[in-house]
């Protein structure tokens, strides 16, 4: 039976929702562990209610050995004990309605942990047997096996694929036997998704939440479920340079849009609109579109806007391109600027606080719908100077496949008080925070009209109430000198963003609704100073 919901019924509500990501191990630790738990995550919900977002996206709190943060999933149904119990995730959820907030809980199907009984069972029976199916088992290559099947690459860097000994409960040197595939860590061995019981596995894991009231789901390496038949070679190194560019035998192949549709189907069975977001990175917004059609999923994130550097005419071809490619199929587009995988964007965007501020109200002035990330809204940068002997990201471990390293972004967060942990718990942090934190803290910021925190509260209650932000397919851009953006939506909302590094002087377009910095309104004139972003009703 569904659970009480108390959140306002609105059709259509994926459509404008500012979605904020909760990376659960370093957002609020209530058992004072120095890990961020799920009872921390509900203690904070008033936070996020008076933040003004519509929907929180956890990330994973599964059961895991946390090879990759959760990301490798022993039980799907069961909750890490570091994290709380289904009790807490049941609170968390049930709180969350009460405040008027929508859950989504991250859906990781392209790979499990090595630790899942399904994993653990087809090493324990064997070459041939039932549970060795569900994976990507193959004899190597090589007069002995002793090559890789083929020559894919793992996203953490190394071979993609990791061969294990012929009887794992006892081992021998000299004795080795088939390979498994794992795009990522070798602890996180890919699903085979052509195998029905793996199919019907995962409708069943969405029901499951489904029944306990979440309303969506962030779906995990989305455009990674299905494999080119025969797994073919690539023929060439360094293949992550083309992620995202060019089409993959192990990405974004044609057969995955069968198991979305599917998993439409499941979620059209819930009252509410319960909705699913895709990861997926794909070479063009047109492919990103196809997993949007509408008997698919409802989002996907938008990579190319991320990528996208502080540059006038680069933010407006992606902001262009972006809603030409979802508009034929009627699917929102999605903004994002940071996530738990990159560079926090005021560290990345080379600008600090004033220009993440400006990038924020550009990307919140666009039509659609957006994500933040825990702690851009109190403008926190990547921290860059972790010591090697405290970093966690397996990406670190294996030579780092992926551009950069991902743990200067999920330093946990500071809520109060002069020094660490500044109130994310009383044990410390499993990361260490910097020492200057003091004035980022949420206490710090509140009340105080010039902190990045009450500019997040500002344009997010705007964005609640004004017709010209929210849900929408079109901007209409006017004449603006170099590096300047000046764009209007129907009704009646302009957005002038200063991308260069020199003030410069406008005609106002209107009445001034919010500014990412101090304006110098005078005469029907008006300058912009370097990286500045202002909101304006016409
Ligand atoms: C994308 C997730 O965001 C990332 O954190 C994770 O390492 C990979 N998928 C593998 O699950």
Request: net charge negative; with cysteine; glycine share 10%.
């Amino acid at each position: 039976m569904t659970p009480q919901h108390n959140v306002t019924p609105a059709a259509d509500w994926w459509r404008h929702a500012v979605i904020y990501q909760v990376y659960p191990r370093s957002f609020a630790d209530a058992n004072g562990d120095g890990m961020g738990d799920l009872a921390g995550v509900r203690s904070r919900l008033p936070y996020l209610r008076d933040l003004g977002v519509d929907a929180v996206w956890l990330s994973p709190f599964y059961a895991s050995p946390q090879a990759d943060a959760g990301y490798d999933v022993a039980d799907y149904r069961t909750i890490d004990p570091m994290f709380g119990t289904l009790a807490d995730a049941e609170a968390v959820i049930a709180d969350a309605h009460g405040l008027g907030l929508r859950i989504i809980v991250d859906l990781v199907p392209n790979h499990c942990s090595d630790q899942h009984a399904w994993f653990r069972r087809a090493l324990a029976e064997g070459p041939g047997s039932a549970f060795r199916k569900r994976f990507h088992f193959r004899r190597g290559r090589g007069e002995n096996g002793e090559q890789p099947p083929n020559d894919w690459e793992s996203l953490f860097g190394g071979p993609a694929w990791t061969r294990v000994p012929v009887d794992p409960s006892a081992p021998k040197a000299g004795e080795e036997g088939e390979w498994y595939l794992h795009l990522f860590a070798p602890e996180q061995p890919d699903f085979n998704w052509d195998h029905p019981a793996v199919q019907d596995e995962f409708r069943s894991i969405l029901r499951f939440w489904l029944d306990l009231g979440v309303d969506g789901f962030r779906v995990d390496v989305a455009h990674g479920l299905v494999k080119a038949p025969g797994l073919p070679d690539m023929g060439h190194a360094e293949q992550l340079k083309l992620l995202g560019n060019q089409t993959l035998p192990f990405f974004d192949q044609d057969g995955v849009h069968e198991i979305y549709r599917s998993w439409r189907t499941v979620l059209d069975e819930y009252p509410g609109e319960r909705i699913a977001v895709a990861e997926a990175w794909t070479p063009t917004a047109e492919r990103t579109a196809r997993y949007l059609r509408p008997d698919e999923l409802h989002q996907a994130f938008n990579f190319h806007y991320l990528n996208t550097g502080w540059d006038a005419e680069a933010l407006r071809a992606a902001i262009d391109s972006s809603l030409d490619a979802m508009r034929p199929i009627g699917a929102p587009t999605t903004w994002v600027l940071s996530n738990h995988d990159v560079v926090r964007h005021r560290t990345r965007l080379g600008g600090g606080e004033d220009r993440a501020r400006a990038a924020t109200l550009l990307m919140l002035a666009l039509p659609g719908s957006a994500y933040l990330y825990q702690g851009e809204e109190l403008g926190l940068p990547e921290v860059t100077d972790l010591p090697d002997e405290v970093r966690q990201d397996p990406s670190f471990f294996r030579d780092s496949g992926q551009e950069g390293l991902r743990d200067g972004c999920r330093v946990p967060l500071p809520w109060n008080g002069d020094a660490p942990p500044y109130g994310f718990g009383d044990g410390g942090s499993w990361l260490p925070q910097p020492a200057d934190w003091a004035p980022l803290t949420v206490a710090a910021q509140t009340g105080d009209p010039a902190s990045t925190l009450e500019l997040y509260r500002t344009a997010l209650a705007l964005r609640r109430t004004h017709p010209g932000l929210g849900a929408g397919d079109a901007v209409e851009w006017r004449d603006a000198p170099d590096g300047v953006l000046v764009l209007r939506r129907p009704g009646g909302l302009v957005c002038t963003v200063n991308t260069t590094t020199a003030p410069v002087r406008l005609p106002s377009p209107g009445r001034l609704l919010l500014s990412s910095g101090a304006l110098d309104p005078t005469d029907g004139e008006f300058t912009l100073p370097a990286d500045t972003t202002a909101w304006w009703e016409e």
